[in-house]
């Protein structure tokens, strides 16, 4: 993604990389920052391939739905996916949030690894 721009199809160098942690620090460091980032995503701030511009919408709907557990932007990609690839098997370590978490149907997700 590049902000008024085509996507780049060089490999990101260890600047790229240091701006893109710095980036998803800022985020949780300020909840709020998610929500402006997708109402810019909205706006056509940025220039998306168009199935990623369609997700933003489905993005921003998980977090109203599970806004009280206060949910990464990690976490509403990796439900997406899983959603829209038809499985509930993920894995992660954050069990806590993703017990809480349910497939558009309703299901609940089948972590992994599994607990000892």
């Known amino acids: 993604m590049r902000r008024g721009g085509e996507a780049s199809q060089e490999a990101p160098t260890s600047h790229d990389v240091a701006r893109s942690h710095r980036s998803s620090v800022a985020l949780r460091a300020r909840p709020q920052a998610v929500s402006e980032l997708l109402a810019s995503v909205a706006r056509g701030a940025f220039q998306l391939a168009p199935p990623l ?12 739905r599970y806004g009280d557990r206060e949910p990464q932007l990690a976490d509403a990609s990796l439900v997406y996916l899983a959603d829209h690839q038809g499985t ?4 992660t ?3 806590s949030d993703f017990s809480v978490y349910r497939t558009n149907a309703g299901k609940a997700f089948s972590l992994l690894p599994r607990p000892r």
Not at 53 to 64: E, G, Y
Not at 88 to 91: A, Y
Request: charged share 20%; no cysteine.
């Open 93 to 95: 370590l954050d069990r």
């Open 53 to 64: 511009a369609s997700v933003a919408t489905w993005i921003a709907d998980f977090f109203k």
């Open 88 to 91: 509930t098997t993920v894995f």
